[in-house]
């Protein structure tokens, strides 16, 4: 691989050298070279399962590899967001977001914790407790390092004392990235950084990276995300990386020229491999004239013939077809929803007609999914009426997966175990037929759990065509799918004559599949709009802002904060935004002067009263601070 973007005049932060890593008898890497500069946005693309996640794991070290070698540079912090989320336990985002600075990071999360504690019931174990934790942290420069998680947390608009179990996959995905950042990298990886991100959420990735002053190599199928950020592209194909600078739209047009320029050679070399077949299989006149260099020759064509790797085919998508529906596909008329007695819709009237092709799109937890709940019939509406089409035939993509059974097989999930499948009034194998997602023959048996998330989202497509329908539902379909396979949907898709109903967070999805949007904004309101994506972005309210997703206590405030920073600050903010600098500077005294004084050997020898009195000082200036802070960044926006 030549490396395009290398830099005469800087040294590496990374560098991997004739690199090798295989899985059995399938090589990932072969012989791979990259080098890693300072301030590069680097994109690592590829099929599913071409080994992107290995190379970063073995950037990481998690991966030993089995040939060659990789260099970082003396003293280089890395910090890696893996793709998959975590279920949600009991443990606090605090204590997550301070496990990034390792067992430093643990007692500056058992302070935290064990400060409010004290706050709510105070008792001499605590008391005792915290002393030898301040101890400790004010010998390791601990104070500054607490108050490098308070700042990140702040920043990200992180619920500190919240569990991991009680948020939504956005805010997960936040926080881990919040641990990710507190070890401030020089290099961060980042693996499908996108998954479980509302629009919002992507929008807000993409801004703060842009300013990122790092190295940053990520792997994503958000063709939106990737054009935006991405100033190089790295391509993991059949084992070998090539490096492509410029942006998507540049790597794309290359990698056209670069394929036209491969098949083309590798057409000359099957012809002459053909000749030579020819040649060798010659009568006995031939055999005595026999070259025993071209015999030769040969025998290498055949072993470089063996060798060369075929690139992955591609999905292959038919959708069985049913009768032509009703005109009319569903009516709501002043439709509302409550859940738990909390409103999710309100108000909702809108027509759907035969044919149309609609995206759902809004923040995490809106109500997307109960919309379409509502629209399938499976939820009734509180008030208002929903009438509903005749002649119907709807296949539903439901991005939990429930229709999986994962210690069923691929094929009992798939036909119930039987031999064929009718696409379009044709009988298939249903061997051929799971060729065409990519299901080799020898992967049918295994059970579904066994799948990576890319292959159960194609096995739910595979069994979803086999539906003759003529109303789709998707519910984030998108999610673990490579681009080829994301652009054969569209394919599919565009010339499919039914209704369609899509929810996505895939900004370039919607520009390409979507006639009309509703979009769930403020105070569970749902507003058409003409077009997709980018047509909603020049039609949107002009006080509507990409916030980051608010956390669950905390959405209200951060609703109302973020109308702020869209319009002109009133005499009165601009009045308070004057006083904060001041205001900060005296909490950071404040701040540093009680840490000084509990720091002292003999601060736990004055009366209890007087300790409690000082540490819940100490507590309320720190809150005071990141709120100030907090307030400081909205206003200043």
């Not at 859940?339 to 809004?362: A, C, H, Q, W, Y």
Request: with cysteine; proline share 3%.
């Amino acid at each position: 691989m030549s490396n395009s973007s290398s830099k005469s005049n800087s040294s590496p932060l990374l560098k991997l050298t004739d690199l090798s890593l295989s899985f059995g008898d399938k090589p990932l890497l072969n012989h791979v070279n990259l080098d890693v500069f300072k301030g590069e946005r680097i994109c690592l693309v590829g099929r599913n399962g071409a080994g992107k996640s290995s190379l970063l794991r073995v950037i990481t070290k998690q991966n030993a590899f089995d040939d060659g070698e990789l260099w970082q540079k003396s003293g280089l912090r890395i910090a890696y967001l893996e793709q998959n989320v975590p279920s949600g336990d009991d443990i606090s985002v605090f204590r997550v977001v301070a496990s990034g600075l390792a067992e430093l990071g643990e007692l500056i999360a058992e302070y935290h914790q064990i400060a409010h504690a004290m706050e709510e019931n105070y008792s001499d174990a605590l008391l005792h407790k915290m002393s030898d934790l301040q101890h400790q942290l004010e010998a390791a420069d601990g104070w500054r390092l607490e108050q490098k998680v308070e700042s990140v947390i702040s920043k990200l608009d992180l619920p500190s004392d919240a569990s991991m179990g009680s948020l939504s996959g956005g805010l997960k995905r936040r926080v881990l990235l919040a641990r990710a950042l507190v070890t401030e990298p020089d290099l961060l990886l980042l693996d499908e950084p996108t998954n479980h991100l509302d629009v919002a959420g992507v929008s807000w990735l993409e801004e703060y990276l842009l300013g990122y002053n790092g190295a940053l190599l990520f792997i994503t199928h958000d063709r939106t995300f990737l054009q935006n950020l991405a100033t190089r592209i790295i391509e993991l194909d059949r084992g070998d990386l090539s490096s492509w600078s410029g942006d998507f739209a540049n790597y794309l047009q290359k990698k056209d020229e670069r394929e036209a320029i491969e098949a083309e050679q590798r057409a000359k070399f099957d012809k002459r491999l053909a000749e030579e077949e020819v040649w060798i299989r010659q009568g006995i006149k031939a055999r005595r004239t026999r070259n025993e260099g071209r015999v030769r020759a040969l025998e290498s064509l055949r072993e470089e013939h063996h060798q060369r790797r075929e690139k992955q085919g591609k999905v292959k998508l038919n959708l069985e077809e049913a009768d032509r529906s009703g005109k009319l596909v569903a009516d709501l008329e002043n439709v509302s929803f409550n859940f738990n007695d909390k409103p999710v819709i309100k108000n909702l009237s809108t027509r759907i007609m035969r044919g149309e092709r609609i995206g759902i799109m809004g923040p995490n937890g809106a109500g997307k999914t109960t919309l379409i709940r509502l629209l399938l019939g499976q939820l009734e509406a509180q008030s208002g009426t929903i009438d509903i089409g005749t002649k119907l035939k709807i296949a539903y993509f439901d991005q939990q997966q429930s229709d999986l059974e994962p210690d069923k097989s691929v094929l009992d999930n798939l036909n119930y175990g039987k031999e064929t499948v009718t696409i379009n009034g044709k009988s298939r194998h249903i061997i051929s037929y799971l060729r065409d997602f990519l299901f080799p023959a020898q992967k049918v048996n295994a059970p579904v759990k066994m799948l990576s998330g890319g292959e159960r989202n194609r096995l739910m497509l595979a069994k979803m065509f086999i539906q003759p329908a003529n109303m789709l539902v998707l519910d984030e379909p998108t999610n673990d799918l490579d681009i080829e396979t994301l652009e054969l949907l569209e394919d599919l898709l565009a010339n499919f004559d039914g209704t369609l109903i899509l929810v996505s967070h895939d900004r370039t999805f919607l520009d390409n599949v979507v006639s009309s949007l509703l979009v769930f904004e403020g105070d569970h309101q749902v507003k058409a709009y003409v077009g997709g994506y980018t047509d909603w972005l020049r039609q949107r309210p002009k006080n509507w802002s990409f916030g980051a997703e608010p956390s669950n206590k905390e959405k209200s405030v951060s609703t109302n904060e973020t109308s702020v920073k869209a319009r002109k600050l009133s005499y009165k903010e601009q009045q308070e935004l004057d006083t904060l600098p001041a205001k900060i500077e005296a909490l950071e005294t404040e701040q540093s002067d009680l840490q000084q004084a509990t720091s002292q050997a003999d601060f736990y020898q004055q009366d209890k009263e007087t300790i409690a009195l000082a540490l819940a000082q100490l507590q309320t200036v720190n809150k005071d601070l990141e709120k100030t802070y907090r307030r400081w960044e909205k206003l200043d926006g």
